[in-house]
């Protein structure tokens, strides 16, 4: 819960609603992607099995309508046309969990107060009946779906309570028919209202018994062939293995031939085998047969060989050698500079940056400068920072999206030939875009892009990325495996909590389409500071406590970092200072040490 200043109570103001993209697998499978990612974390098993089924599922009906294309038409618009996600599976997960309905996330929303879910953070239930009518300490209620023993129906919440109370069904009850359900005296009543199921049992017990409790199989694709006077054939795949296998010579119906429901409805008898078929094609021609012996075989031999050649893969042969430790050197263009750095959102911060001596490179924040693809009021400053004999990195976006590569694309040449000594980078795409362009100045990755461990180094390094950002959640002894000699470790600042395309300004005042910040307050009294950058159209969240390193800058030094980093961001001059004065003269800063002991 948090609470803005003129709210008059809080509101679950970080809380989206559940994602669901069913209706757009058709469109995220023509784009490229090609792995879709199940959120089940804080989730019973039931949920994660239920909702990875219906995705699995609809892929799987996507591909094969597409494999179905017929010849001359166009394979995507053909399965499109055909797509089509049932009300019933769609009704089912927000019978598993929903908090005030579903969403479809960003592809086709910039963001809004319809993706929040202001009133509960948690599961919002089904309609399961209509109040009829009250009388004394009972409810009498039509029931709007079937209703199973064991099936909870949240009832309004009583006034002075924090929790609503809630309803067992004893008996089953048929959609249509009444219930009487217990109430307090004190509980709200009113005709026509709504109550939701929060528990349907049958579906849990449903999907326990299946998906939990249940053996977990490999699911295959399978395509089946059987043509006259050619031997029958089955291939199957488990992920990147295939195998085919071969039987008998396909016979002549002398009576009734065989139909492709049947033998589908044969192949798919997996029995206790390792595997179950998500797919299965029957190519049949016609008055053909073959003896279900023979059926029976051709499947047994397919998945005992598909076994075995998946098992193969796993084997170890010869002596298992250990890796050996990455000793790759640093490369000539591999610039190690040793010393402080600083990066900064406004203009007051960088005055007060530049007469630090002890700051050899400032990063400056594209926020800065209020709309960069129009104004070059960038020149200047880089300028002032040249002349003050410093570097100065331009700092791209946080979220960079379509309509901001546009902007960018349009002032290339612009941004990034006026004079800037490298650029920091916080996501993929802006690398992208500057590769795409032909950039060939220095490129650094900043900490969330988690330069972890030297595997992840060596896959920057590849790619001419050679300065990065040290990961903040990385541990003293991590950070001396990683060897960040190349490297930066931040020791001051508001590190955001949350960077999103949602915003709290348009959720609780509308869009004012003025970059801004503003503050939500926690249940614990705590004051989080909120940053709209409206140029780029997402939000900051900040925690309401700095990282502060000033009284372990031994423990730093022997990291033995390149560089170490101030980041301030939403500090006044006055608080820059004083926190320079921190680091470089020594002083306390009681306030801050104390925020970080707590």
């Known amino acids: 819960l948090y609470q803005t200043p003129e709210a008059k109570k809080p509101q679950y103001l970080l809380s989206l609603k559940d994602i669901c993209t069913l209706e757009l697998i058709p469109e995220m499978i023509e784009s490229g992607i090609y792995s879709f990612k199940i959120e089940g974390r804080m989730k019973k098993p039931e949920y994660a099995a239920a909702v990875a089924f219906q995705y699995r599922k609809y892929a799987d009906l996507y591909l094969k309508y597409y494999e179905e294309c017929p010849a001359g038409e166009d394979p995507a618009a053909y399965a499109m046309k055909k797509y089509r996600v049932c009300e019933e599976d769609r009704q089912m997960l927000l019978d598993l969990y929903n908090r005030g309905g579903f969403h479809t996330g960003y592809y086709h929303t910039q963001n809004g107060r319809e993706m929040v879910s202001l009133n509960r953070p948690n599961h919002a239930g089904v309609p399961a009946v209509k109040v009829l009518a009250k009388k004394g300490r009972t409810v009498t209620a039509k029931a709007m779906t079937d209703l199973s023993p064991q099936d909870i129906i949240e009832l309004p919440m009583r006034r002075g309570r924090e929790k609503a109370d809630n309803y067992t069904c004893k008996d089953a009850v048929r959609k ?8 307090f005296a004190d509980t709200p009543f009113k005709r026509d209202e709504i109550w939701m199921r929060t528990r349907n049992s049958t579906l849990i017990d449903t999907l326990r018994e299946e998906f939990v ?17 050619e031997a029958a054939t089955l291939t199957v795949k488990c992920r990147d293995a295939e195998i085919t296998v071969t039987g008998e010579k396909a016979q002549e119906a002398l009576s009734q031939p065989m139909s492709r429901e049947r033998i589908e409805k044969q192949l798919r008898k997996t029995g206790n085998t390792e595997f179950e078929f998500s797919f299965l094609k029957a190519e049949i021609g016609e008055k053909v047969f073959l003896p279900m012996q023979s059926l029976n075989e051709l499947r047994r031999e397919a998945l005992e060989t598909l076994e075995k050649v998946i098992c193969e893969k796993y084997r170890r042969s010869g002596e298992v050698k250990e890796p050996e430790e990455n000793k790759t050197e640093l490369s000539m263009e591999e610039e190690v500079i040793s010393g402080w750095t600083a990066s900064v959102r406004t203009a007051e911060q960088m005055e007060v940056i530049l007469e630090e001596e002890a700051i050899g490179r400032i990063y400056v924040d594209c926020t800065m400068f209020p709309r960069i693809w129009e104004k070059d009021s960038y020149v200047e400053w880089i300028t002032k920072v040249h002349a003050a004999g410093k570097e100065i990195y331009l700092v791209m976006p946080y979220i960079f999206r379509e309509r901001t590569r546009k902007q960018y694309e349009a002032a290339y040449n612009r941004i990034f030939g006026a004079g800037w000594d490298g650029i920091l980078i916080a996501n993929y795409e802006s690398f992208a875009f500057l590769k795409e362009h032909g950039y060939t100045g220095r490129i650094m990755t900043d900490y969330n892009l988690y330069e972890f461990n030297q595997e992840s180094r060596k896959f920057w390094k590849e790619k001419g990325v050679f300065e990065f950002t040290a990961p903040v959640e990385l541990t003293e002894r991590e950070l001396q495996d990683l060897r960040v000699k190349d490297g930066e ?5 508001y590190l955001p909590m949350m960077v999103s395309a949602g915003c709290i300004q348009k959720t609780t005042r509308g869009c004012q389409k003025k970059s801004g910040q503003m503050t939500i307050t926690d249940r614990y009294r705590n004051s989080f500071v909120v940053k709209n950058e409206c140029d780029y159209c997402y939000n900051i ?39 320079l004065s921190a680091y470089f003269e020594g002083k306390e800063l009681p306030g801050v040490v104390a925020a970080n002991d707590k």
């Open 176 to 183: 249509g028919m009444n219930v009487q359900i217990p109430v």
């Open 213 to 229: 409790n249940g053996k977990i199989k490999e699911r295959i694709c399978g395509t089946f062939r059987l043509y006259p006077q």
């Open 489 to 493: 470790v931040i020791v001051y600042g």
């Open 541 to 579: 969240l900040y925690n309401y406590v700095p990282l502060y390193l000033g009284d372990r800058m031994e423990e730093v030094y022997q990291i033995g970092p390149g560089r170490i980093r101030l980041m301030f961001t939403t500090e006044r001059q006055q608080e820059v200072r004083q926190i």
